[in-house]
């Protein structure tokens, strides 16, 4: 069957491509990692995400700087794929600081200074299971271990928190939460502050385990983040299932 490329939507360095067949339908081609890709194409193809691909091109057209960088949009998915999750902790919005989003929640690359959550996190690591205080935020050792950094927009605008909150990354990753909670079970879910635990309701918890505490804020962490041992109850959590803890060390 001939396709035509329609390149007006293709952006984010190749993470998307979208293709117009003879017969008038779109098929959209995601660069995401294979396991993902298998649960997650029917996605792809609904009107919702080729509006998220059509908005990004829009903003990239009009010069705006959109983080994280375009192949690491679907870093979360990458680092994690499906068949190898074990926990989910859910963040908000990717960090919209020059240097600072890679993909994946609460994280930040080599060399980036520590965001205050970020801080917070450590210090009830620290606290719960001893573990020395990295100098990195590169949480990336977390993720090849099944554990997946899903923030529930996937980019930002720079220097603009939460403005690409309403172009349908919510949709999308409300659908994969979903389909995380149908096709595995015994997860861990780690929700963190009422935002991510607004999405608890997607989550079928007769299979899964569902821990929630205060979010890591400076603003809140001192209301239930702090003591929750959230890292040793996951642990436990994995070894009741006969799977591997976490090594949380960095």
């Not at 499906?82 to 908000?92: A, M, P, S, Y």
């Not at 608890?200 to 929630?212: A, C, F, G, N, P």
Request: with cysteine.
């Amino acid at each position: 069957m001939l396709t035509t490329n329609l390149s007006a939507f293709a952006t984010a360095k190749n993470n998307f491509l979208i293709s117009l067949h003879s017969n008038g339908i779109i098929k959209m081609d995601v660069k995401i990692e294979s396991s993902w890709k298998e649960v997650l194409h029917n996605e792809f193809s609904k009107s919702y995400f080729q509006q998220i691909v059509a908005f990004l091109k829009i903003e990239k057209a009009q010069g705006k700087t959109i983080y994280p960088p375009g192949p690491l949009i679907f870093n979360a998915f990458n680092k994690t794929p499906f068949d190898k999750l074990k926990v989910v902790l859910l963040g908000q919005d990717p960090y919209h600081g020059p240097g600072q989003a890679h993909g994946l929640c609460f994280s930040v690359p080599d060399g980036i200074a520590l965001p205050p959550s970020l801080v917070n996190i450590y210090k009830e690591l620290h606290e719960d299971i001893g573990m020395p205080v990295p100098k990195t935020g590169n949480l990336t050792r977390w993720t090849e271990q099944g554990v997946f950094l899903l923030n529930a927009s996937l980019t930002v605008r720079a220097g603009d928190p939460l403005s690409h909150s309403k172009i349908g990354w919510t949709e999308f990753t409300d659908a994969v939460i979903k389909i995380i909670s149908l096709q595995k079970r015994n997860i861990v879910f780690l929700l963190w502050g009422r935002f991510a635990q607004d999405k608890q309701m997607l989550i079928d918890e007769t299979k899964h385990h569902v821990l929630k505490a205060a979010h890591p804020s400076p603003l809140s962490a001192d209301k239930g983040f702090f003591g929750c041992k959230h890292f040793s109850k996951t642990n436990n959590l994995l070894m009741k299932q006969n799977l591997d803890p976490i090594d949380w060390s960095l």
